[in-house]
Nanobody, 118 residues
Framework: QVQLVESGGGLVQPGGSLRLSCAAS????????MGWYRQVPGSQRELVAN??????FYQTSVKGRFTISRDNAKNTVYLHMNNLKPEATAVYYC?????????????WGQGTPVTVSS
C-alpha cells in the first residue's frame, strides 16, 4: 500500500510564508512525477507546480513566490510559499505517480488547508 501524508498548512497573514510537505510511504519502487494542486470550494482542482522533464512548472499566479522542491531519499516533495496572498487560500493536495511492484498509478495526499487572512 502506498500512502501520501501532507503537513504544513494553516493560517497565515498576507505576505507571510508557509512550507507544505508531502511524504510517500509504502512499497515504492520509483516515483515518476511529483506536484502540487489546490482547490477552493466550487472550483476545479488546479495545478500549482510540478516537476516536468528537465525542470519545473509553475502556475503563472505563483511564479517567483512559490518553489517546489524534493528530497528523493525521503520520498518527499515540498512547496515553499512566500509572500502569500489571500487568493492563495485553498486546500492543497500533493500528487505523485508511483511505481510499485505491480503497477504505476497516481496517488494523492489527503489535502492540507491553507488560509491567508489578516
Amino acid at each position: 500500500q502506498v500512502q501520501l501524508v501532507e503537513s504544513g498548512g494553516g493560517l497565515v497573514q498576507p505576505g507571510g510564508s508557509l512550507r507544505l510537505s508531502c511524504a510517500a510511504s509504502g512499497n515504492i519502487f520509483s516515483i515518476n512525477t511529483m506536484g502540487w494542486y489546490r482547490q477552493v470550494p466550487g472550483s476545479q482542482r488546479e495545478l500549482v507546480a510540478n516537476f516536468i522533464s528537465g525542470g519545473t512548472f509553475y502556475q503563472t499566479s505563483v511564479k517567483g513566490r512559490f518553489t517546489i522542491s524534493r528530497d528523493n531519499a525521503k520520498n518527499t516533495v515540498y512547496l515553499h510559499m512566500n509572500n502569500l496572498k489571500p487568493e492563495a487560500t485553498a486546500v492543497y493536495y500533493c500528487t505523485m505517480v508511483i511505481t510499485t511492484a505491480a503497477l504505476t498509478l497516481p496517488y494523492w495526499g489527503q489535502g492540507t488547508p491553507v488560509t491567508v487572512s489578516s
